[in-house]
Structures are given as C-alpha cells and as structure tokens.
C-alpha cells in the first residue's frame, strides 16, 4: 500500500539525485522530503543515520510551520486556530475541532465529568451536564481521549516551539 511508506530521502551523488528522483511514481515523487550526497560504499548505518537526519529536519520544519499558525493568540494567521486549554476545550465540547495540537511537554490540572467524561479546568460542576466532577493532575489524556472520540486529528508536536508552548495545545477549527 501506497501508506506503507510515509516518506522517502535521497542518498546519491550530486548529479543523480534529481535524476532519480524523476524515474520515481508520482505519488512516490510526492513523498520525497529531502536528499543528502552520499558515496556507493558508504556503511548502511550511516546511511539510515543520514535518512533519519534528513527526515527529522523535515518533520521539525512541518512542525515549525503548524506553530507558527498560533503565533498572536491564534486565529489572527489562519481563521479557525484556536490556542489554549480554555479556548480548546469550549470548541472541543461543540464539537467543533478539526485538529488538536499539543505541544511537546504540555501539562495541565484539570477536572473530568463523572458522568459524561468532559474535560475542563476549573473546580466546580461539569460546565457540559452540571454534574460532579473528578480532579486530574494532566488533563491533555483526558482532552486528547474527546478529540479522538470525535475523529478529530491529533498531532503531537516532538520539538519545542517556544512561541506555541506559551499555550501548550491550540486547535484549528470545523
């Protein structure tokens, strides 16, 4: 399956990198997040050393871009990004969530419905239901197990992005 195979890198010589890049399916083409010069009799360790490199800098420049979307409180980049718990878990609970991001070390106290299971933040009954509620000591699990519920995407972010933490999480919207 095309799926299998989420990325491809590039090890050649100068010259025969965009050369076999163009013998490549185009769906394959599409999947070809960089390229490094390399020699035939190089060591197989290396070359998955190099590949690794070459898609983790990828991965950290995709990341980098989907941050950058939260930049000034949200929204103002792309309409429909929503950033922090409070804003995230309004949206999440109208089911309105497309994407849920979480950033790298997110953690927050939080509060959990007994009887619907909604995520929230502050003491007191559950602002969905008006029932009790549970205390939790990271409520990302929580926030993270009602976008799933919902089909929404999650990405979690692997790099810290400085910019984005001040929030910790952000959704973009339906």
Excluded: W
Aim: some cysteine; hydrophobic content about 35%.
């Amino acid at each position: 399956s095309k799926e299998r195979i989420p990325y491809l890198v590039i090890g050649s010589r100068k010259e025969l990198i965009e050369r076999f890049r163009e013998f490549l399916p185009r769906e394959m083409r599409k999947k070809v997040v960089g390229s490094y010069l390399t020699r035939a009799d190089q060591d197989v360790s290396e070359i998955k050393k190099r590949s690794l490199e070459v898609i983790g800098d990828f991965e950290r420049e995709q990341e980098d871009e989907l941050a950058d979307i939260f930049l000034e409180e949200a929204g103002k980049k792309v309409k429909g990004a929503i950033a922090g718990a409070e804003n995230v878990l309004g949206y999440l609970r109208d089911y309105q969530v497309r994407t849920l991001v979480i950033g790298k070390d997110y953690r927050e106290a939080g509060y959990v419905c007994e009887d619907g299971h909604h995520p929230f933040l502050r003491r007191g009954p559950c602002p969905a239901c008006e029932g009790s509620a549970i205390s939790v000591g990271d409520i990302a699990d929580e926030i993270i197990e009602e976008a799933v519920r919902q089909k929404a995407q999650i990405v979690h972010f692997a790099f810290p992005h400085p910019d984005f933490d001040r929030f910790g999480i952000g959704a973009i919207l339906k």
